[in-house]
């Protein structure tokens, strides 16, 4: 399996769109990153409706 397939793979299994509340949505996008040692970190987003809270998929994976 390639790169490409494994990180696809990974990101796959966080995908999961659902509310958490009224107000805020989570895992309706998804990432993954590979670091230069070949780790792979993955992320999701969450989002507030009102526009305050906002996580993306690609800056969470990133704090991984």
Known sequence: MGT???MY???RALYNPH???DFVYANHVVA???AEDG???TGFC???T???FHLCAERA???N
Do not use: D
């Open 61 to 63: 994976a990133l704090f």
């Open 50 to 52: 009102c526009g305050v």
């Open 46 to 48: 969450m989002e507030g």
């Open 4 to 6: 490409w397939e494994k």
């Open 9 to 11: 793979e990974e990101a």
């Open 19 to 21: 509310e958490v509340s």
């Open 39 to 41: 780790q792979i970190f």
């Open 32 to 34: 993954a990153v590979e």
